[in-house]
């Protein structure tokens, strides 16, 4: 693995310690069910604030997007450099395996014969021996009239099938509109959409792609996509921690 990826142990027994607190196979379950958990309360008020206010220091970011110009929607984001943050990066991998027990699941349910190994560490190495090396972590800035259109966050022929987003504004006070939507489209139905409300540091786990469903013949597969209505005052920032590396 690149050495700039590699995350202090300290800093990841920290979050690990973090991430323990939830009950797990019940965010499995809502997984397992809609495609998408919360988790109440990730980030502090203050880590969130610490967080969002990294946007305007270039130093941390690898490039910098406008959505307009790439037909994504309206708004612009960030793509941060290695080496991560200490939070960010301490969480991407402390969320890792919990993610991992419920992606290797799935794809068992879907007959995809590839599985995940334990740790971010070794999964980055395969990242990393595809081609994909940049890194994918995210801060996004949204404003009155923007919109981030339904997409898929893949990067390269090797992608891990969850992410998180964390939202690092409190609705109603820095913000108002802008909520966070998921669609799944199902084999011969119409799409199922799913609106998920979030506080301030709270994380959504989310599929990237596909995700199997049970139905009277057996699994079957759905395709999601996710993004962001468009704010109708204020400013949002969100963090998104995406696990696979870009090509």
Aim: aromatic fraction near 10%; glycine fraction near 8%.
């Amino acid at each position: 693995m690149n050495a700039h990826a590699k995350v202090a142990a300290p800093v990841v027994e920290a979050a690990e310690t973090r991430v323990a607190t939830y009950d797990w196979p019940a965010l499995a379950a809502e997984l397992d069910g809609f495609g998408c958990a919360v988790m109440e309360k990730l980030l502090t008020p203050e880590e969130c604030r610490q967080i969002a206010g990294l946007y305007i220091q270039e130093q941390h970011f690898r490039s910098h997007i406008h959505m307009a110009r790439h037909g994504f929607g309206k708004g612009e984001y960030r793509y941060f450099r290695y080496p991560l943050p200490d939070l960010l990066g301490g969480l991407r991998s402390a969320l890792y395996p919990r993610l991992a027990a419920v992606a290797n699941r799935w794809n068992e349910r879907m007959a995809i014969p590839l599985r995940y190994p334990a740790t971010h560490a070794d999964f980055l190495d395969q990242c990393h021996a595809a081609g994909q090396v940049r890194p994918t972590p995210l801060l996004l800035q949204y404003v009155p009239g923007d919109f981030n259109c339904l997409h898929q966050d893949l990067y390269g022929d090797l992608a891990f099938p969850l992410q998180v987003a964390i939202l690092l504004s409190e609705p109603g006070k820095d913000f108002t509109g802008g909520e966070f939507a998921l669609t799944e489209q199902r084999p011969r139905m119409q799409s199922r959409v799913e609106v998920v409300p979030l506080r301030q540091g709270d994380a959504v786990a989310f599929a990237v792609h596909n995700r199997p469903v049970q139905g009277t013949k057996g699994n079957y597969r759905v395709n999601l996509r996710h993004g962001v209505s468009r704010p109708r005052s204020g400013m949002r920032h969100t963090v998104g921690i995406i696990f696979h590396d870009a090509r």
